[in-house]
Structure formats: C-alpha cells, structure tokens
C-alpha cells in the first residue's frame, strides 16, 4: 500500500495513527515520572535557598548577572531560566511549589499535557541556572524524558487512559530510544576511556565503597567474593553492549530484556545512592512492555489500572512497529484543522530535531571524525533534552570526604556534621535515593579534584565565617549557635569500608585517615574582609 510522504509523517507522529497496545505501559510511566519530578522538586524545596538563593553557596543571581554580560539578548536561550524574572528566596520557593504542585497534578492525571510541561519549565528553570549544582546527567535524563513527556502524554483535562489520544509512535520510541542509549553509550564509553579497570574486570572490586553516597546494603556486598566483583563487571558491560539491543527485536526478546535489566536496576538501587536516575531508567524500562502482558501479570484486583478496551497484543519490535507498507488502526483520520496543522508540524519538527541530535551524539562517541551537522547539537543543548550519557566511564579508586572544621583558637577544630554523607565512623549509610542531596553529592565530586577547580568549597568556607542561615541548613547541625567560629577549614580524608571483623569488634562501618588541608583555612578580618591562615599544600594523588 503506497503512502504519500504526509500520511507517512501522520502515521509516525499523530496519535490517530497511535499505539492503541501501549496504553497501560504509558499510563504507568507517566505516573512514575510525575514521582520522579515529585522527587526531585520536594528535594529542591529543602535545599535550594542554601544552593542557589542569595546567601547560598553560588548565589543564581550572581550567575545569572554573569550570563547577561557575556551574552546579552541570548541569555535567554543560553540560560532559559524562570529566575530571570526573579531569583530572590521567595521566588526560588514559589517556582519549586509551582513544579511540586504540577508533578502532584501530572500524578491523579489530571490535564497531563500542561502539568508536565509546567514541570519541565520549573525543573529547566533550576538545572539552568544552579551551575555546579546541576548539569548532573541524571538531570538531563529527566529533562529528555519529561519534554518527550509532553509529545507522550493524552490530551485532555481528565483523558484516563487516553484511548482517543494513543501514544505516537514517534514519542514511544523516542523514549524507548533513551532508555536504550542511557545503557549502550555507558556501555561503549567504558571502552573508549581506555580505563583498565573494566578491562581488566576489577571494576566492581571497590564500587560499593568508592561511590557518591553508598549504602548499608552496599557494605555487605563489598564483602561479596571477588569473583562475584568480576562476574558482575563483566555481567555489566554484556547488558550494557549486548543484552539491551533485544529492545529491537519481537515481543518475546523485549519481555526477556525487561526482565533481566530490572532485577539489575533494584539492585543498584539497593546497593548506591544515585539520586533518581535507577528510579528512571527503571520507569523507561516499563515501555519495553504492553498491554496484553501487564493484562495477565497484574493481579486481579489491580486491573483497575489497565485499559478495558480489547486490543491486540504487540508482536513487532519498535522499528517493525513503524512498518508503513500495511494498513493501520484509523488509517483513515479525520482532517487536521489549521491550529491542529501547526500543532502536528511543531511535533514533526522537535521530535525529528531531537532523534537526529541524540543519534548524531551516540554515533559521534566512537567516530568522532565523521562529518555531521553539529550546528543542531548546540541549538538544543541549553535545554538539556538530547542528551549523550556514559555513566562510570572511568571507576575512581578511592574514596575521599571532605570536612568542614570551625574553631575559635586556630588548634582545635569542630566539623560540622553532615547531613548524608559517610562522616562520622560508627554511622551505618543510609538509603535516601531518589532525594538528591546536592551539596553532599556535589563534594564527592569536588574530593577527586582540587579546591581551585571546585569553587563550591571556599564558598561554603565563606558562608561558614558568616553563619549563613541557608548555607547552615544543608548540614546535619551547627556546631557554633551562639556564634560564628573564628576560623574555618576544608580538610581531605580517605575513608575505607572496615572489614566484617573490624565491624563485628568495633561496631565501625568506616576507618579513615587524614590527608591534609583540602582548601585554605580562613578568617574575617576586622574590615570585613576574607584573609588566609594558612594555604593548602599538595595532596597525595587522588582519583
């Protein structure tokens, strides 16, 4: 059957021509990221004013103000950011309700298509303008999947299940092809970078310690038998390189896919602390599933949240699916109206824009060389919805904490307490994921560098001096009320896993040793300003 190039582009991206098996798939991952978002706005709301507010760490004021001297009129491209409007605490907070609210609404699926857009506006807005503070690619995961979201989700204020409004194929597989890409680019990145660890399988063999923010499971299975640390690098790069392109394939190989690629998401979830990412390469994962499957798995009593209509089961891959040569369900649509013809030619063009962007960056990653347009690459990078990703492309070695110590006679020092990262010895790692603690997150990245390259720690070192309220209130408590400390410092430690008798003996989940002065330890001078006591000396090599 020949088709016109218009019907071949209304069969890809208009949801008269839409995948009427994936409705129950949809619907539970919509619910999903609208928890994801949840999530991630409730996180900012406890954090944000001591990040980014005007006594935070790294004011967004002050970045902001930077955007505009160098950019001009493009900020607004460059940084598209509600806080242009204002970025005072009021404003921070009101726009982190805005978006908590949304993901609220966007869950009880009420008018989904304006939620989720409200949503990635707010979240686009913070991730824009937090500078070291976001950026992270767990942020730009969310960000790809809730713009693709908007292309996804049913139209209507109450649409249900959306069986009048089926998912395009476009933005199924669009998203599908982000969960694919967020496996197989981490897969490949971990070859190119050339790092001997995963080379040589001793990748795992300190993971579960050497991580951002372990857990208490994770303790135990650091413990596991070496070859279990080789089995699962090598079982690692198989998945990521191999077992996830069964997304291609028939039904039977995607079902197989998804049942071996969840298990191994729990388990990272259970064994690390990476914010929400698991949570949504987990929720990806769903679309690798359809209705007539999910209809004989979910128990009886929770069939309410499945479509009732008959469908077909789903045998063809995503790329059989997009077989135009055969009839398909409401081959005959009903005639778009203009505003209906500008709508469906803004889907065309962004979600063709997006496929070439993301396809373009993976290829890119191992041919470099190749001659592609990269001019549509930098047009959609300020909005963080076509992503490159390589997760752990290169395994650090050691793990390495930094504290903040306040004192009022330059000889003894008090830390100020964490609120979740490892610190005090006999404190068991906890499970917090999917809230993001930023600030702790940030500082293990900060440990693997120095304190020229990591400007969040003299800030903090500042606003210690100063007892700033917001700054404060990322720590667990503060150890000077009455008062701020004479002096404040940044010292580096290594911490270790302690070993099942050191735990057994002592009660320990830690041992560490001091390295040294990470950052300057500094005063305030009588005129107000900052001087430097003493100024770090190198640091044993650290990675």
């Known amino acids: 059957m020949e088709r016109s190039p218009a019907r071949i582009l209304r069969s890809l991206f208009d949801p ?100 989720f857009f409200v949503g990635f506006i707010c979240y686009l807005s913070f991730v824009a303008a937090a500078g070291d503070f976001s950026g992270y690619q767990s942020d730009g995961m969310l960000l790809e999947a809730g713009f693709l979201a908007l292309f996804f989700s049913p139209s209507g204020l109450l649409p249900g299940f959306g069986a009048q409004s089926p998912p395009s194929r ?72 191999a077992i996830v392109w069964m ?35 987990l929720t990806l994962g769903v679309l690798l599933l359809d209705d007539g499957y999910l209809r004989r798995i979910i128990p009886e009593d929770l069939r309410w949240i499945l479509p009732e209509m008959p469908v077909q089961e789903q045998t063809r891959s995503p790329i ?39 396809t373009a960056q993976l290829i890119l990653m191992p041919f470099s060389d190749l001659p592609l347009p990269t001019s549509p690459i930098r047009l959609l990078d300020p909005f963080r919805i076509a992503n490159r990703y390589g997760l752990f492309a290169v395994m650090t070695r050691g793990r390495y904490e930094i504290e903040f110590q306040g004192s009022n006679d330059g000889q003894n020092w008090t830390p100020y307490l964490f609120r979740y990262k490892p610190q005090a ?50 720590f667990a408590s503060n150890p000077f009320p009455a008062a701020p400390p004479k002096y404040v410092r940044a010292v580096l430690w290594q911490y270790w896993f302690t070993s099942m008798k050191d735990k057994h003996d002592s009660g320990n989940w830690w041992k560490r040793q001091l390295l040294g002065l990470y950052a300057p330890e500094i005063t305030l001078q009588p005129d107000g300003s900052i001087g430097v006591i003493e100024w770090p000396q190198p640091l044993p090599p650290h990675d």
């Not at 006594?55 to 950019?71: C, F, K, M, S, T």
């Not at 197989?184 to 795992?204: C, N, Y």
């Not at 039977?252 to 929400?276: D, K, Q, S």
């Not at 005639?335 to 013809?341: E, G, P, V, Y």
């Open 320 to 358: 059989t699916a997009l077989n135009l040569s055969e009839p398909q369900p409401g081959d005959e649509p009903a005639k778009l109206t203009h505003l209906q013809s500008i709508k469906f030619a803004i889907t065309v063009v962004a979600l063709t824009l997006i496929a070439y962007v993301a």
């Open 170 to 241: 476009a933005s199924y597989f669009l998203l599908q092809w982000e969960w694919f890409r967020i496996y197989f680019e981490s897969g490949i990145v971990k070859f190119l970078s050339g790092d001997q660890q995963w080379r040589q399988l001793t990748a795992m063999d300190e993971y579960y310690q050497n991580g951002p923010l372990p857990t208490w499971i994770g303790w135990y299975a650091q413990h596991l038998p070496h070859w279990f640390h080789v089995g699962s690098a090598g079982a690692t790069l198989v998945m990521e390189c």
């Open 16 to 115: 008269q021509f839409g995948m009427r098996d994936r409705l129950a798939p949809r619907w539970l991952f919509l619910r999903a990221l609208a928890l994801i978002y949840f999530s991630a706005f409730y996180s900012l709301l406890r954090q944000i004013r001591g990040l980014i507010g005007p006594d935070g760490i790294l004011p967004a004021h002050q970045y902001l103000a930077a955007v505009h001297r160098g950019l001009g009129p493009l900020r607004f491209w460059y940084a598209p950011s509600l806080y242009w409007i204002s970025s005072s605490d009021k404003a921070l907070m009101v726009f982190c309700w805005i978006g908590l609210i949304a993901s609220i609404a966007a869950l009880i699926n009420l008018w989904p298509r304006l939620t």
């Open 425 to 474: 010895l006999n404190q068991r790692p906890g499970i917090y994921a999917p809230y993001q603690p930023r600030f702790d997150w940030n500082l293990w990245f900060c440990s693997l560098g120095d304190w020229q390259q990591n400007e969040i720690v003299p800030r903090t070192e500042e606003q210690l001096l100063a007892n700033s309220y917001d700054a404060l209130h990322l």
């Open 247 to 281: 997304m291609f394939l028939p039904r039977r190989a995607r079902l197989i896919c998804f049942f071996i690629v969840t298990p191994w998401e729990i388990g990272v979830i259970l064994t690390a602390n990476y914010t929400f990412l698991n949570y949504l390469v």
